[in-house]
């Protein structure tokens, strides 16, 4: 896709730092380094975000990704761990609009890195609760 820069990289048309590459998937260290060792992992074939995947193209990133986290580990042994994530659309601050997933190693809790995961399990019933997974449950099926 033209303007995209994610494109560009693939195409070897702006500079990156390359990890891995086959013909659907290409990988290269995230330009901020959040942690030492941060890639991003992208399809090929461009798609906006998670939304925009197929079962295939699913199967081609996701397949890919214990086989990178799996080098990362082994490359840097002080690695404690691994976030990845994967964020979709401005709200969920994306900010490059090539879907993409970040591969963060870990090496304390100290790291520059963090999630915050609200406890919000006081404002739900029991009912609400079971409402909720009703609705997507529905989705799930329907989309199948
Ligand atoms: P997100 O905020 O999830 O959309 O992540 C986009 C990521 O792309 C950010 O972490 C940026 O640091 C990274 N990024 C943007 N441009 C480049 C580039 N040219 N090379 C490597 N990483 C990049
Ligand atoms: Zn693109």
């Given at each position: 896709m033209e303007d995209c820069i994610f494109c560009k990289i693939i195409n070897q048309e702006?500079?990156?730092y390359k990890v891995y590459e086959d013909e659907k998937v290409y990988a290269f260290l995230d330009i901020t380094q959040v942690t030492k060792g941060h890639t991003l992992v992208i399809p090929k074939k461009h798609v906006s975000d998670i939304f925009e995947?197929?079962?295939q193209l699913a199967t081609d990133l996701f397949t890919?990704?214990?086989k990178i986290a799996r080098a990362l580990e082994t490359a840097?042994?002080?690695m404690e761990g691994l976030n990845i994530v994967n964020n979709n659309k401005e709200v969920a601050y994306q900010t490059v609009f090539h879907s993409h997933v970040h591969l963060i190693p870990r090496y304390s809790k100290?790291?520059?890195?963090?999630?915050?995961f609200g406890k919000h399990m006081e404002d739900y019933t029991q009912?609400?609760?079971q409402a909720i997974a009703n609705q997507i449950q529905k989705q799930v099926k329907s989309n199948e």
């Amino acid at each position: 896709m033209e303007d995209c820069i994610f494109c560009k990289i693939i195409n070897q048309e702006i500079p990156s730092y390359k990890v891995y590459e086959d013909e659907k998937v290409y990988a290269f260290l995230d330009i901020t380094q959040v942690t030492k060792g941060h890639t991003l992992v992208i399809p090929k074939k461009h798609v906006s975000d998670i939304f925009e995947y197929d079962e295939q193209l699913a199967t081609d990133l996701f397949t890919r990704i214990p086989k990178i986290a799996r080098a990362l580990e082994t490359a840097f042994p002080e690695m404690e761990g691994l976030n990845i994530v994967n964020n979709n659309k401005e709200v969920a601050y994306q900010t490059v609009f090539h879907s993409h997933v970040h591969l963060i190693p870990r090496y304390s809790k100290k790291d520059d890195f963090s999630l915050h995961f609200g406890k919000h399990m006081e404002d739900y019933t029991q009912e609400q609760m079971q409402a909720i997974a009703n609705q997507i449950q529905k989705q799930v099926k329907s989309n199948e």
